[in-house]
Every structure is written in structure tokens, then in C-alpha cells.
């Protein structure tokens, strides 16, 4: 075969792939469109029906994996109580799911003050007057509401993502996140950038509950050792902005709650790794600290603690 035919037959393939790719991109946007748009009692039913077809389905490594982790983390409870948490782990992250959806809808056309509870507010005064603030959080709760609600508050935000591999899928649900105002930065190589944006006041949104794989640093989460990203720290150290633990779930009455938790600062004085490692550990027993009181509401399917202390050379 000729260099002109390998030449159309990987034109052909890349076509191939890309009508695949929009096929997906346009089948999710109908079912995230028709579920945002749905009234909330229909969209909650479905986004439960979509849960248990999830926990049916899924790989049962996944869920074994889940199962040990949750009972490690909480030595009382019982195996048929961790099988009752993890289902409704997955039905809380559909609903989730669905819920972020509606929020950057409705909230487009709704005051948020009808959409959206605050608690704690108060501890974000006079935080921004040198430096923008580091909104740090977990993979708990309502997170997608959380970036979208920030700046409907007033602080409108910086949020990290890692893009998808699907272009049309990418672009889509990057319109999503920013239709409320928040900007998006792509998770490598957004060092420099973020220390640029907090110097010039903005604010940078990280979430800090992965497993940081060889970079990081190993702090305690639920009695085990976990590798956690200590960018933010490292990056409050070098610009001197506060760390802001905060989390959105849903509230009682309908509608969500806003809740900043805790507000750390970082000590310029203080020998540079320690203070990394005691703000990290802060930030994660932060977030273990709510996990507690609502183990359903965290993701227990990633692998946290996939990496242990040695598992590098060189650690």
C-alpha cells in the first residue's frame, strides 16, 4: 500500500472516530437536557432509577473495594450497614448529578437567595483584601452546585478540570460550568497561573480528596494514611492567600445550603514543608470531619488510598 492510501485510510479512521464521538457528545446532551428540565419530583425518580441500574451494573471489584473501605473507616458498622451506605452513595450521586444540573439552569432565572441558604459567610470577611482566596473542598455534598453558586455570591471563581478525551462532550460541559460565571482552569501545568490569578485578587477553587499518586504528601484520613495534593497549601505559602473549607448539600426545605467551615491562614515564618503538611492535614480532617456525619454523601468508589507509604521508590 502506497503512502497516499495509509494516508485515507487513517483520514477514514479519524472520521470514524470523530462521528462516534458526536453521537455520544449529542445522546448525553439529551439525557443531561431532558433531566435538567425535568420538575424535581421526575427528575429525582429517574436520577433513582439511574442509581440502582448504576449499583446493579457496576463491577463488582468496585464495589467490594467500597464495601472495605467504608468498613475501615467506620469499624461499627456492619456489613448489610455498608451495603445500605453504598446504595445510597449511589443514589445521592445521581441525584447530585441532576441537582448540579438544575441549579445552573434555574439559577440563571431565579434570585439566589431562593435557591440557596448560607452559613458561616461571615468568616469570608475581609479575607480577599491582599490576595483572592483558595476555595477548597471534597467530592462531598452538591460540589457542582458549589462552583456554580460562588459566583452568584460574589466571589466568582477559578475551578480546575481535567478535560474530557471527547472534544464535544468537553465543550459542552464546560458551557455548563461557566453559564453561571465560573471560569475554568485545565489541571496541568495551572501552577504559575493560579499564583498569577490569587496575586491579582481572584479566587481559585481546588478539590483535594484523590488519591495524589507520586506527588503530594501523606496525611490522615479516617486512621490511614492517604496521598493527598498539596498544591494548595504550597500555593497559600507562596502568595499568602486564606484557605477556605467549604461544602453545599442539600437543605431541608428544599433548595441547598452553602456552609464555609473553616478558614486557614498560612504562616509565612514557619519552616515551608511542615506548614504544607499541617495545612493539608487541616483541610482533609476538614472534610473527614463531615464525611462522619454523612458518609452516603462522599465518593467511596474512588480509590482513595490507592497509594501507601513506600509504594514509589524513592518515597
Not at 437567595?113 to 462531598?140: D, N, S
Not at 493539608?280 to 470531619?289: C, G, P, V
Request: proline share 5%.
Amino acid at each position: 500500500m502506497g503512502r497516499a492510501g495509509a494516508e485515507v485510510i487513517r483520514l477514514g479512521n479519524r472520521a470514524i472516530v470523530t462521528a462516534r464521538q458526536w453521537l455520544v457528545a449529542v445522546m448525553a446532551r439529551c439525557v443531561l437536557g431532558v433531566l435538567g428540565a425535568l420538575p424535581p419530583r421526575a427528575a429525582a425518580l429517574l436520577a433513582g432509577w439511574g442509581s440502582a441500574a448504576g449499583y446493579l451494573f457496576d463491577r463488582r471489584e468496585r464495589k467490594r473495594r467500597s464495601l472495605d473501605n467504608l468498613m475501615r473507616a467506620f469499624p461499627e458498622m456492619g456489613r448489610q450497614e455498608a451495603r445500605r451506605t453504598l446504595r445510597a452513595v449511589y443514589r445521592h450521586f445521581a441525584r447530585a448529578l441532576v441537582d448540579g444540573l438544575r441549579f445552573a439552569r434555574v439559577a440563571q432565572r431565579f434570585p439566589v437567595g431562593q435557591l440557596l441558604e448560607t452559613e458561616g459567610m461571615e468568616r469570608l470577611e475581609g479575607l480577599g483584601e491582599k490576595t483572592g482566596m483558595l476555595f477548597v473542598t471534597g467530592h462531598f455534598g452538591h460540589w457542582e452546585v458549589l462552583g456554580s453558586a460562588l459566583p452568584l455570591l460574589g466571589y466568582p471563581t477559578w475551578s480546575m478540570m481535567r478535560g474530557f478525551r471527547n472534544p464535544f462532550v468537553d465543550r459542552y460541559v464546560r458551557r455548563m460550568r461557566e453559564a453561571t460565571g465560573q471560569r475554568l482552569l485545565d489541571k496541568h501545568g495551572a501552577l504559575r497561573q493560579t499564583i498569577r490569578l490569587l496575586r491579582g485578587g481572584e479566587h481559585v477553587g481546588f478539590l483535594i480528596d484523590q488519591d495524589a499518586r507520586k506527588h503530594g504528601v501523606f496525611v490522615d484520613y479516617f486512621g490511614r494514611p492517604a496521598k493527598t495534593a498539596d498544591s494548595p497549601a504550597r500555593i497559600a505559602l507562596r502568595t499568602g492567600a486564606p484557605l477556605v473549607f467549604l461544602y453545599v448539600r442539600a437543605a431541608p426545605g428544599g433548595g441547598f445550603r452553602l456552609t464555609v467551615a473553616d478558614v486557614i491562614r498560612p504562616r509565612p515564618d514557619a519552616d515551608a514543608d511542615e506548614e504544607t503538611l499541617r495545612i493539608t492535614q487541616a483541610l482533609t480532617s476538614d472534610l473527614e470531619a463531615v464525611v462522619r456525619q454523612h458518609p452516603e454523601e462522599w465518593l467511596w468508589l474512588h480509590r482513595r488510598w490507592k497509594t501507601y507509604p513506600g509504594k514509589y521508590p524513592g518515597e
